[in-house]
């Protein structure tokens, strides 16, 4: 039910019933307001999308809105997924990241970590972002944490971070067209190329990889490429999301040639949902042969064929991939003797 994208599955099945500290990492940028740019949510309340993700994830409700956040078109978030593999196969601890949210999550008892990280502006307008000290504090969290459990799976919540993350790779002179995904089944290219543009034009010549993360970037992805090489490997650590984790990849592949360093990759890997590996309007796997290092990758094999559920048949017709860390989650479940009609069952059940 694990299948690899590129690399070996060795590493993944040597977490076969090994508990795990889920994090996720909470961020918004004003590039959601965008018209169009995004379905992840709720129109209006895009900026909720992340802080009701969290409040679902942990306590199975929602206390910042009336309802879970779902896009227009009626596809519930993916944290029903996440959640549901967590009561079934319950996660050693849930902790979050803070990492500029306009909405705090109305949470008790629930780690936050935060960072006083503010949310960050429109890349359209230049993003705004002190991306140098944001990727220090994520080194320096990186350095001082001690995971509790036996493995890391980080997750993520950034409405439009499909767009930040596609004109991050571009200002930092990857060759990915075509290679991100979105929330869509019909990626809206017309306002994506001209929000690219736009953001695009805002580079320099003598802009270093700090200011291009900078003007084109958001928070999650520049603070988990410092995490990532602050945790330098101590501890086996999974990226569960699809194109942006695999630019936060593409950040810490920059950032080692840059300053001519290396670093070991084996307790590093990323794993996504099948509607990302599949997906005809992305490609994962091109975006990780870009890498210089080696790294495992992974899809879960799930999919709603089991549901007659309207609103979730929709996630098997691509209206939405990934997102609050699905894809690791179902890994996580399928490490821990879940069946896909188990699954199925439990997210159904929140439907009800």
Not at 63 to 76: C, D, F, H, M, W
Not at 216 to 240: E, K, Q, T, Y
Not at 290 to 311: E, G, Q, R, V
């Amino acid at each position: 039910m694990i299948k690899p994208i590129i690399g070996s599955i060795d590493f993944i099945e040597s977490l076969r019933g090994k508990k795990a500290t889920f994090m996720l990492a909470l961020s918004n940028t004003k590039t959601a307001n965008i018209e169009g740019i995004t379905q992840a949510g709720i129109p209006g309340m895009i900026h909720l999308t992340p802080t009701l993700d969290s409040e679902f994830l942990c306590i199975g409700e929602v206390r910042s809105l009336e309802n879970i956040a779902e896009t227009p078109k009626g596809v519930p978030t993916p944290a029903l997924i996440t959640r549901g593999v967590h009561l079934l196969a319950p996660f050693g601890r849930i902790e979050l990241l803070d990492l500029g949210l306009e909405v705090k999550p109305r949470l008790n008892y629930f780690k936050l970590h935060s960072f006083d990280i503010e949310p960050s502006q429109s890349i359209a307008k230049g993003a705004d972002i002190d991306a140098e000290a944001i990727f220090q504090k994520g080194v320096k969290f990186g350095q001082n944490y001690r995971c509790q459990d036996e493995y890391i799976i980080l997750g993520e919540s950034v409405p439009s971070g499909t767009t930040t993350a596609m004109a991050t790779a571009i200002g930092l002179n990857y060759k990915v067209d075509n290679a991100f995904s979105s929330s869509f089944k019909d990626i809206p290219h017309d306002i994506r190329q001209k929000t690219l543009k736009l953001a695009l034009s805002n580079l320099e010549e003598r802009d270093d990889i700090f200011d291009v993360l900078s003007k084109l970037s958001d928070n999650m992805l520049i603070f988990n490429a410092g995490f990532i090489l602050g945790l330098n490997n101590r501890v086996p650590l999974i990226l569960a999301g699809g194109t942006q984790m695999a630019c936060v990849l593409l950040i810490v592949n920059r950032m080692l040639q840059l300053m001519g360093g290396t670093m070991s990759t084996s307790n590093l890997a990323l794993c996504t949902t099948k509607w990302v590996a599949k997906d005809e309007n992305s490609n994962i796997k091109a975006l990780l042969e870009l890498l210089k290092f080696p790294i495992n990758a992974y899809y879960s094999d799930f999919d709603f064929t089991l549901s007659s559920h309207s609103a979730l048949s929709l996630y098997d017709q691509g209206e939405a991939k990934e997102g609050v860390g699905a894809g690791g989650a179902l890994m996580y479940g399928f490490l821990n003797g879940l069946t896909k009609e188990k699954i199925t069952q439990k997210v159904e059940f929140f439907l009800k």
